[in-house]
């Protein structure tokens, strides 16, 4: 399983987020919502200092990343992040590993 972050959406973290080289982002299972695997829940984003990490990527010095404990929810899928052009907002695809 990776972590797949897009030129756009690197840009997006950038100028929404203030993000910069030595922050953190995790993605992590939230309930409420959907996802293609799991009915009940959805997944969320934020700013925020690994405890357990169980699988990271670094793009020019920031760490995407998910906890040990969050990552049943990929279903052994990649995560793609990426930008909706229209809305200007994360665009979340989820690729057989």
């Known amino acids: 399983?990776?972590?797949v972050?897009?030129?756009e959406a690197l840009k997006w973290f950038k100028y929404e987020m203030d993000v910069q080289a030595g922050d953190y982002i995790r993605f992590y299972a939230?309930?409420?919502g959907s996802s293609p695997f799991h009915e009940g829940f959805s997944l969320g984003m934020?700013?925020?200092i690994p405890h357990d990490l169980g699988i990271e990527t670094m793009i020019e010095g920031i760490h995407f990343y998910i906890e040990k404990d969050d990552l049943w929810f990929f279903n052994e899928h990649d995560l793609q992040v990426s930008v909706n052009p229209e809305l200007d907002e994360l665009k979340y695809s989820y690729l057989n590993a």
């Open 1 to 3: 399983m990776k972590i």
């Open 5 to 7: 972050v897009s030129q």
């Open 30 to 32: 939230r309930y409420g």
């Open 46 to 48: 934020n700013r925020e």
